[in-house]
């Protein structure tokens, strides 16, 4: 389901018959759907070529694990851990680097992007906007990471221990991560501000707040499992399905459908959003998701090492019982 602004590009209108997704994601005036298959449904419409023209998914594209959408581009990244880009590209932000390999997550800031490796490090490229030095400058020491989100012009990173990294553009103090802040599960960014959700269902943010309140919560909000950050509007689904809406309520951004329930997943794009629904069985809750470094060689080494061990004692505790009997 798709509600806010309808400027007329086809944002709003979800393709008739679209079924079988389990991925959303969407842009300024576009959207992308991931099918099981593995394939990619697109709608809405893109800049590019000197106007703005309906999104097209690249012929053959297929093997997708996730997607992700910017202002005004989009990402795939398929099942041998790498990625593709197309849309706009006004700031190099479709230009994946030609090295890049063994991806497990995406994130589409507005005019740059993100790649998570499987080794706990980000790569990031675009954002070639005068000023934007910092924006694409991962930092040296960023290891562990998780999950990303990519905002206007900066981005965030959450560590296997539950802290967040934001870095690039600080004019509305979005790099300046609350002191206190930890155990968080979930991130989300928006154009000058970020959004964290904590494991106890609660989700903090900072950033601009100067005119429609984008850092600031209802106070009553809880049980938060997933959080989706626009450009002054955010969404929160909470376990029980439902979903809250907070910020500038221009274009019905923040008016939740009616009788809108069993929400399993959510995107916000600039001025609209995104709902996807399904069978409560399918929401994992976030606040039972544990996040873990990536897997290394000795983690292996040391699992096979116990179980190797437990089968040990358990010959001995066998051959003592069959002493046992015999006397």
């Not at 997550?105 to 000023?131: E, F, N, Q």
């Not at 790099?175 to 991130?187: G, K, R």
């Not at 929401?283 to 060689?297: E, T, W």
């Amino acid at each position: 389901m798709a509600w806010g602004q309808n400027a007329g590009f086809g944002e709003l209108s979800v393709p008739v018959g679209l079924t079988n997704v389990v991925a959303i994601a969407a842009g300024l005036r576009h959207n992308l759907a991931l099918k099981n298959d593995g394939t990619v449904i697109t709608w809405g419409a893109c800049l590019g070529g000197g106007g703005i023209f309906p999104v097209k998914t690249p012929e053959g594209l297929s093997n997708v694990t996730a997607i992700a959408a910017g202002e005004w581009h989009c990402l795939a990244l398929k099942d041998d851990g790498t990625v593709i880009g197309w849309g706009y590209d006004g700031d190099d932000e479709i230009e994946v680097p030609a090295n890049l390999t063994n991806v497990i997550a995406i994130a589409a800031g507005y005019y740059h992007s993100l790649a998570l490796k499987s080794d706990g490090t980000v790569v990031c490229w675009g954002g070639r906007l005068p000023g934007n030095a910092n924006l694409t400058r991962v930092p040296p020491d960023l290891a562990n990471v998780v999950a990303i989100a990519g905002g206007g012009e900066h981005s965030m990173a959450l560590k296997s221990n539950g802290t967040v990294v934001v870095w690039g553009d600080n004019s509305y103090g979005q790099t300046n991560v609350p002191a206190d802040l930890t155990n968080v599960v979930a991130i989300a960014a928006g154009i000058h501000y970020c959004l964290a959700l904590k494991s106890d269902g609660r989700v903090v943010g900072w950033g601009h707040d100067v005119n429609f309140g984008e850092v600031t919560p209802p106070a009553d909000l809880t049980n938060v499992v997933s959080i989706a950050a626009g450009e002054q509007h955010r969404l929160a689904l909470k376990s029980d399905g439902t979903l809250v809406a907070w910020g500038r309520g221009w274009g019905g951004t923040i008016a939740i459908p009616s009788g809108l329930t069993n929400v399993i997943t959510i995107s916000v794009g600039a001025y609209h959003s995104l709902a996807l629904q399904g069978e409560r069985e399918t929401l994992h809750l976030a606040k039972k998701v544990i996040a873990f470094p990536p897997p290394h060689k000795y983690t292996r080494l040391a699992y096979w090492s116990v179980l190797l061990l437990c089968l040990m004692g358990l010959g001995c505790l066998f051959t003592r019982w069959l002493r046992l009997k015999k006397h």
